[in-house]
């Protein structure tokens, strides 16, 4: 199984993770898009430490899937907190409501 | 003295800043100080004045000479000749007149009278010019407080008038000042605008190398720019409807400076600038002028018959006593051009009086139509003696100035132009017949019973008009001690024009 | 400096300082000391000229003949280049004959003025015009050059018109006296052209003018060469002068203002449009007799004016009612006959009949205004008769100077009438003296017309005014009955020789008025014959004495005696006047039917017509001249304003329309793109506003598409 098969996955996971996050209207479902989004990526670098051919960083990869599976552990902290504040602001997380950003 | 001549210009603005010191009410008194000040303070031009100097093409007097914009070659450059002397003495007196007349203004005083010393200065700028681009400055300066005095203080159609005025002055003076510039640029030698050195040079045999304009010679165009725009200030037929229109709406004191003085401008320009400049356009354009002189003379007479209202009638006389000066310019003669100057010397005070004495009659009836009166002479003994004494002066009776003038003139003329001249002369019989007829339907016949509670003229009133009838008589008995002024100049601008 | 030196500039200057101080204190002095003071006042002047005038005359007389030429100069006047004009003043028999007649006359009128204008309360105002005009009048008589008595001229004019405008409050009177003035004024340009054309040739031919007539004289046979537009030059000048003479003194054509400037008060009547400024004409050509010496043409057309002028407004004279408008007509004709001498070359003459003609029209006119005073301004003579008895001093007076006018033998218009008839017969032709003759049958006639309408037969006044009606004051009566004296004396100062005295008046004049000795025609000639053989004889000679020439023209002759013809010719016209006041005499008084009987005739009612209405001139005038030139200034008036001025404001119409249409375009089009620029950042700038929908997912989709879209064409075209 080679490097395609990694990426094939990861792209797949990409799209669905990105078409959740256009489509969906609540801003739970949108970040839990967001983590897929995150985790194809983390699954891209992973894959692509594992083939490639240099021995010199065999682990650079690693270490940025793992900084991704932290970074994603507080971006859905914070994500939620701030969805939390939000819900109270506004009594609702629907993205197409909340246009107070509207130029 | 030194810069006596700048200080005679100049004295009315210095009064322009003291108008604003006193109540407004007292204004006029500041005017009236100012003119006589500058009256006094030029007696000395006219004692000191060498009258057997040529002038013209040098040795002017009281000269002074300043660099200005040295870059163009303009200067403060002024100074007097025969010529110019005789306009400056009439526009100081006509200033006073005018002073006098302006009595009654009840509306803006400062405003006005701070316009009408900035209009006296800028006449006597123009009569003292020696560079044609400080000529022309003072030039338009003048057309500035005409058109607010016109346009603020006139009578109903004053912004039409007013309007008129300036824009026909204007379109006039576009022209001016390209020919000035092109006579700077196509000068003989070096390029300069000091008008005395250009008549020198140009009587010296110099020519102007300027290329054809629109296919005909650079002179002549020049020439005729130059001419129209002195000759809608004269006015010459047919550029002079502006004037019934600006006299009528004038106020009395304006219409008299107007008359008085703005309308010598246009002849002075010709005798000073455009003729001397040109002595070969000028003797091609000569028979042109006389026609136009003559045209101006009987028309303006005949315009004059037709009018009803007073102040337009006079408006008319003037078109066709300006027509005599430009008879005599025309002529250029010794006898033509000398009486021509005393012709707009003598033009000056008689009009001058004539629209004083139309003033006073419009203060009490508030109209000025000849056929709304009559009889006035019964209520009115002093008007109308005084009134009569002016209408004779215009009519040219002899023993009054106008008959010398008018007299030298048709000498002068018909050495050159006879049929012009005889022609010119039913001008007189029109003359007379405007005049008296006018006459006639205001004082005499039965008394008009709206005016029965007529009052006679005042004090000021006599003041402003008894010294210019003094003027009348004294030039129609010893017309010589004015004459004596310009008669060198004006020989030799003769010698120069037709050699 | 002599005595006649240093008084006669005092001569007008005095009545020009009396009309100055009543002109300006009359009114204060007329309220503060009364009628009699202004009236003393205004009369002190011109009787101070008088006497000067009269002490002159007797100084002239005592002088040498050759020294009688007195010029007095004073000052500058004008001078440019060659034209030197100065205040000149010349006395010499001439002026000293006119200079009595002015100031005496004058003086007597003034006296006679101030019972006239009694109760008049611009009593001050006329004695001033009055002094004015006789300032006006000496200085026309006293110049020296033409343009000194130019001045002259017009001023008469000028005072003519004040005093005929007297009452102004009728319309009627103010009319009359602009229409002097204009019809003066036409005649004037002719003077004036005339002095124009002497300027212009003397200033030619010798250097520099200053118009004197001695200079003029001087150089009359030089300027006798000359042409003007192809004519003799002194025949232009001659007619031009002419013309300014027929203004002034009332000949065909320009005579229609004297009758109507009877609306003036009497005294003026009498001093201005008889005695004094009307004869200015007569005067002037004596002045410069030695022009029309060498003019025989404008001579010969002068005389056919002259004659007709004489005898028409006497035919005029006939049939008019009102008293004064008579003696205007009388006056017209009478000045017809003086043209007619000077016409003829009989200068001293025509002067002589000037002289005759003042004393006894001043008392005719004086003595009509005396009736009309006593008839409470009643003019007509219709509504008179039987006066002798109330007004003896005035109608005796107004009698003898009809016998004057009549020619009645031994009065003085006998001897100057005569001697015009006689003059017109032997250097004229005997037509021009049967048309004088006739005339003055006609004068007789309408002469006695009037005595016997006024002051004889029965009255044909109402009952009020018969009662009311008496002889005036000594002031007023004294002045006529001393003028009807001059006028019945007067004569013998000029008794010709065929009646046994010397001629005195034309040898007083001869120093400086010569009569030609043959007809103008034969004169001409013989002048152009001794300049011819001067010329042969010697070219070198250029000295001219004033009178050489003349002189020499006027040389015996072979001697004809004419005295038979003389006596015939004057018995003639004796007996003719005496037949025509005769015929009045029937017709106006003894037997009134056979007047009437003959005015019964549709002929004479129709001749009677015409006259009455004096041939229509005045109408023809007015269709002719007047109506075209009042269409015409009406029609230039309105030219101006319409097409003169109208072009102006079309211009500026024109200035208007198109920049109202440049406006249009400046702001429809130009600014519009301005503003379709600034729209069209807006309208993007809305668009690309929208995308910021504050919909996180929008921007995120739109920038995703742009992200592939800037990808795309990276990896299409950029690879």
């Known amino acids: 199984m080679g490097l395609t098969g990694f990426l094939t996955v990861s792209a797949a996971l990409f799209t669905l993770g990105m078409v959740i996050f256009i489509s969906r209207k609540n801003a739970i479902a949108i970040l839990m898009g967001v983590e897929l989004l995150l985790n194809a990526a983390a699954l891209n670098f992973v894959a692509f430490a594992r083939f490639t051919p240099s021995q010199a960083s065999q682990l650079d990869g690693q270490i940025f899937a793992v900084f991704i599976v932290l970074l994603a552990a507080a971006e859905a902290v914070v994500a939620l907190a701030i969805a939390l504040s939000v819900y109270k602001e506004f009594h609702q997380v629907r993205a197409d409501k909340l246009v107070s950003l509207k130029g | 003295m030194s810069h006596i001549l700048s200080w005679v210009v100049f004295v009315p603005l210095i009064g322009v800043p003291f108008l604003w010191l006193m109540p407004a009410k007292k204004a006029k008194w500041i005017a009236l100080i100012a003119t006589i000040v500058d009256f006094i303070i030029a007696i000395p031009l006219f004692t000191h004045f060498d009258k057997s100097v040529k002038g013209v093409t040098s040795q002017m007097q009281f000269v002074e000479k300043l660099p200005w914009i040295p870059s163009l070659g303009t200067e403060y450059f002024i100074g007097v000749d025969g010529i110019s002397i005789s306009m400056i003495l009439l526009t100081l007196i006509i200033g006073v007149a005018a002073a006098l007349a302006s009595w009654g203004i009840s509306k803006y005083e400062r405003g006005y009278f701070a316009m009408f010393l900035l209009l006296q200065t800028a006449m006597l700028g123009v009569f003292v010019s020696l560079d044609l681009i400080l000529f022309y400055l003072f030039w338009e300066i003048m ?349 030799y601008l003769s010698a120069i024009l037709i050699g | 400096m002599s005595y006649i030196q240093s008084v006669i500039p005092f001569v007008p200057i005095l009545p020009l300082f009396g009309a100055l101080v009543l002109g300006l204190l009359g009114k204060r002095i007329y309220t503060k000391f009364g009628e009699n003071v202004t009236g003393v006042l205004g009369c002190s002047m ?113 005072c003519s018109y004040l005093l005929i405008g007297f009452w102004f409050t009728e319309e009627q009177n103010a009319i009359a006296g602009k229409k002097a003035f204009i019809v003066n004024r036409i005649g004037d340009l002719g003077f004036l052209t005339g002095i124009l054309l002497v300027a212009l040739f003397s200033m030619k031919l010798f250097g520099s003018t200053n118009l004197s007539f001695a200079e003029f004289h001087g150089n009359i046979d030089v300027l006798a060469e000359q042409t003007f537009w192809g004519l003799p030059l002194l025949e232009v000048i001659a007619v031009c002068f002419f013309i300014g003479a027929m203004g002034k003194s009332a000949q065909i054509p320009l005579y229609v203002w004297l009758p109507d400037a009877m609306a003036g008060p009497t005294p003026v009547s009498a001093l201005i449009h008889a005695a004094t400024m009307v004869t200015a004409g007569v005067y002037m050509m004596g002045r410069v007799f030695f022009l029309y010496t060498w003019a025989p043409h404008a001579l010969g057309f002068i005389s056919i004016i002259a004659a007709l002028t004489c005898f028409v407004s006497a035919t005029i004279g006939m049939a008019q009612f009102d008293i004064k408008k008579v003696l205007a007509y009388s006056t017209v004709s009478q000045l017809g006959y003086m043209f007619l001498a000077m016409s003829v070359g009989a200068f001293s003459a025509g002067i002589f009949h000037l002289l005759t003609h003042a004393a006894f029209k001043a008392a005719l006119f004086m003595g009509s205004g005396s009736i009309i005073v006593a008839l409470h301004h009643k003019q007509d003579m219709r509504e008179m008769g039987g006066l002798l008895k109330k007004m003896p001093v005035t109608g005796y007076s107004m009698i003898a100077a009809t016998l004057a006018i009549m020619g009645f033998p031994l009065t003085s218009g006998f001897f100057s009438k005569d001697e015009i008839l006689w003059k017109a017969f032997i250097q004229g032709s005997p037509m021009l003296w049967l048309v004088g003759f006739v005339a003055a049958g006609i004068t007789s006639f309408y002469m006695w017309r009037l005595v016997f309408m006024t002051f004889f037969g029965e009255t044909r006044m109402d009952k009020h005014t018969w009662d009311h009606c008496q002889e005036q004051p000594k002031r ?51 002048l152009q014959l001794i300049k011819e053989k001067d010329q042969q004889e010697s070219t070198a000679q250029t000295m001219k004495t004033e009178s050489g020439h003349q002189a020499a023209a006027s040389g015996h002759e072979a001697v004809v005696d004419h005295t038979a013809l003389e006596w015939g010719l004057m018995i003639a016209s004796v007996a003719w006047t005496f037949f025509t006041g005769f015929l009045a005499y029937i017709f106006y008084l003894r037997n009134p039917k056979a007047r009437e009987q003959i005015m019964a005739s549709a002929l004479a009612q129709r001749v009677f017509m015409v006259l009455n209405n004096k041939y229509f001139v005045d109408e023809f005038y007015e269709a002719v001249v007047l109506t075209p030139i009042r269409k015409l200034f009406d ?10 001025d109208g072009l102006v404001n079309f211009a500026g119409f024109m200035g208007r329309i198109t920049s109202s249409f440049i406006g249009i375009f400046d702001n429809e089009i130009v600014d519009g793109l301005v503003n379709g620029a600034g729209w069209g950042a807006q309208a993007g700038g809305k668009g690309a506003s929208s995308l910021q929908s504050g919909k996180i997912q929008t921007i995120i989709g739109s920038s995703l598409i742009i992200f592939i879209i800037i990808v795309g064409c990276v990896v299409l075209f950029l690879r």
């Open chain 2, 143 to 491: 057309l500035f407080p005409m058109y607010f005095l016109i346009g603020i203080w006139g009578g109903p159609r004053r912004v039409y008038a007013a309007i008129k005025f300036f824009l026909y002055t204007l379109a006039g003076s576009v022209g001016m000042l390209l020919a000035i510039i092109a006579i700077w640029y196509y000068a003989p030698g070096e390029r300069t605008f000091n008008m005395i050195d250009l008549v020198q040079r140009v009587h010296e045999g110099g020519v102007f190398s300027g290329p054809m304009i629109f296919g005909f010679p650079f002179v002549k165009v020049v020439f005729i720019a130059l001419f129209i725009g002195f000759a809608i200030k004269v006015p010459i037929f047919p550029f002079h409807t502006w004037l019934p229109d600006a006299h009528v709406e004038a106020p009395t004191a304006i219409s008299v400076v107007l008359a008085g003085v703005l309308l010598k401008m246009g002849t002075y320009g010709f005798l000073r600038i455009n003729f001397p400049l040109f002595p070969e356009v000028f003797e091609w354009f000569r028979d042109f002028l006389i026609a136009l002189a003559v045209i101006n003379i009987v028309y303006g007479a005949l315009c004059a018959l037709a009018q009803t209202d007073l102040k337009k009638m006079i408006a008319y006389s003037s078109v066709s006593h300006m027509g005599f000066v430009l008879l005599g310019i025309g002529a250029a003669t010794t006898q033509g051009i000398n009486g021509a100057v005393l012709q707009m010397f003598n033009h000056g005070t008689i009009t001058a009086m004539l629209f004083l004495l139309v003033g006073v009659v419009y203060d009490r009836a508030h109209h000025r139509q000849i056929a709304g009166f009559g009889g006035l002479a019964s209520v009115t003994p002093v008007y109308a003696t005084v009134t009569s004494v002016a209408f004779m002066a215009a009519i040219g009776l002899p023993g009054m100035s106008g008959f010398i003038s008018e007299f030298l003139i048709l000498t002068g003329a018909f050495k050159v132009y006879q049929v012009a001249t005889i022609i010119a002369g039913l001008g007189i019989i029109f003359g007379a017949a405007y005049m008296l007829w006018a006459y006639q339907r205001v004082f005499f016949g039965k008394l008009n019973t709206k005016y029965k509670d007529l009052t006679d003229m005042n004090f000021v009133e006599l003041a402003s008009v008894v010294p210019l009838i003094i003027i009348v008589f004294y030039l129609g008995i010893l017309p010589d001690r004015l004459i004596g002024f310009f008669e060198v100049s004006l020989n």
């Open chain 3, 46 to 158: 011109p009787f101070i000229s008088a006497i000067i005038a009269a002490t002159s005359f007797i100084a002239i007389n005592r002088l040498d003949v050759t020294e009688r030429i007195i010029r007095i100069n004073l000052m500058n006047w004008v001078t440019v280049a060659d034209l030197q004009l100065q205040w000149t003043f010349r006395y010499d028999p001439l002026s000293a004959v006119m200079l009595l007649i002015v100031t005496i006359i004058g003086t007597l009128i003034h006296i006679y003025a101030m019972g006239y204008m009694k109760g008049d309360k611009s009593f001050w105002r006329f004695f001033s015009y009055l002094n004015l005009f006789l300032a006006a009048m000496l200085m026309l008589v006293l110049g020296d050059n033409l343009i000194i008595m130019f001045l002259g001229w017009e001023g008469v004019g000028l």
């Open chain 3, 476 to 526: 007023t009566v004294v002045p006529i009955a001393i003028l009807a004296v001059a006028a019945l004396t007067i004569g013998f100062w000029n008794v010709p020789h065929f009646l046994g005295g010397h001629s005195n008046f034309t040898n007083f004049l001869d120093p400086v008025v010569h009569d030609l000795s043959s007809s103008p025609m034969e004169n001409y000639r013989k």
């Open chain 3, 635 to 644: 029609f230039l008036g309105a030219f101006d304003q319409m097409v003169v």
